[in-house]
């Protein structure tokens, strides 16, 4: 095993993301800043398949991965875990071959065929949001090196993928829901697909190597990012992340951010007790300035997405 500070093998590098060997037949593509594949993609030869961990945002990224499976002599891939419904996870579902199962929950499978289309009629406003975003990149004034600038930079090819609703884009849906765990085994490595109940959507699926201790964590986990709570279950996501944290994975892969190990599980679970926190204290009052009156705590600050900070505020907010 290698260690969480950079020792992993990088085996490639595109624009996009970097795919490392965390161990011997099991990889991790992080997404790089700018890049369009916005979501982290685990990666697992099996011995006679392979099995992909979500599927990134863009179909040409995830093609990229097709590429190196076949470069690097994967075996064939059979399985694509879509691990909620969210797009950044499941756009480049349309790049695999069609004998490729693509699992994911029942809920998730029922949340994409009620939300993606509407993502798709709503191009226009994303569109405009894209093209607001370029200007203010084209434009900036300041440093590139400023966190500002380069939050910018992150979620320009988030809105330019959404707004890709041309010939390219073809939403493919799962064709196998599963809504208990199951194990798929391979004489290389074994992987257990484990739903969560409601955390971090409605029923997300994680990936665990138990003969590795790797977890895949998808979103209920973010590194050195602020998470996404508005489409969650709070309490549901504290209890899978104690789980998680009982495992305690030597590896855990985040949905977004580097390559952590256990640790990465806890800092969540103290961000959901800092809104928490935050929202108990705001609780009864009246807002004058929505944005002013909440204060990210320090130890946030310099995370991605601060924004997403009194988004989760508010959720709570309704919730206590
Ligand atoms: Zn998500």
């Given amino acids: 095993m290698g260690d969480i500070f950079g020792h992993f093998r990088t085996v490639e590098s595109n624009k996009h993301f970097d795919f490392i060997e965390i161990v011997d037949g099991v990889f991790a593509c ?3 800043l700018g890049g369009s594949a916005i979501c982290n993609v685990g990666v697992v030869n099996l011995g006679e398949e392979t099995l992909i961990f979500d599927a990134f945002m863009s179909p040409n990224v995830a093609k990229v991965l097709v590429d190196y499976c076949s470069q ?5 891939i059979k399985y694509v875990i879509n691990s909620h ?19 994911s929950t029942r809920e998730t499978l029922r949340l994409m065929e009620e939300n993606i289309p509407v993502e798709l ?27 500002s600038y380069q939050e910018k930079i992150m979620w320009l090819p988030f809105f330019e993928e959404m707004a890709d609703t041309d010939s390219r884009f073809e939403l493919r849906y799962p064709n196998s829901v599963i809504n208990e765990t199951r194990v798929i085994s391979g004489s290389f ?8 109940g409601p955390a971090h959507t409605a029923n997300d699926l994680i990936a665990y190597i138990p003969g590795q201790n790797i977890l895949f964590a998808s979103d209920l986990v973010h590194a050195g ?9 709070i ?32 800092e969540m679970v103290n961000y959901v007790e800092a809104v928490e926190k935050v929202a108990q204290n705001l609780k009864g009052k009246i807002l004058k300035n929505k944005s002013a009156d909440i204060e990210i705590p320090d130890a946030y600050r310099d995370w991605w997405f601060p924004q997403f900070f009194e988004k989760n505020v508010h959720f709570m907010l309704a919730k206590i």
């Fill in 72 to 76: 690097y002599n994967l075996p064939p």
């Fill in 189 to 196: 490595h074994e992987v257990h697909l484990v739903p969560t």
């Fill in 235 to 266: 309490r549901g996501l504290k209890n899978q992340l104690r789980e998680m944290i009982e495992i305690a994975p030597a590896c855990c892969l985040p949905g977004h951010g580097p390559i952590s190990d256990v640790n990465a599980i806890p």
């Fill in 30 to 32: 992080i997404h790089r």
């Fill in 121 to 147: 009629n709503n191009r226009d406003e994303v569109l405009r949001h894209w093209s607001s975003l370029k200007n203010d990149v084209e434009n900036y004034a300041g440093s590139r090196e400023d966190r």
């Fill in 85 to 103: 419904w969210h797009s950044d996870h499941i756009r480049g579902n349309q790049v695999f071959s069609d004998e490729v199962e693509i699992i």
């Fill in 225 to 233: 990012m602020h998470p996404y709570f508005s489409d969650g279950d």
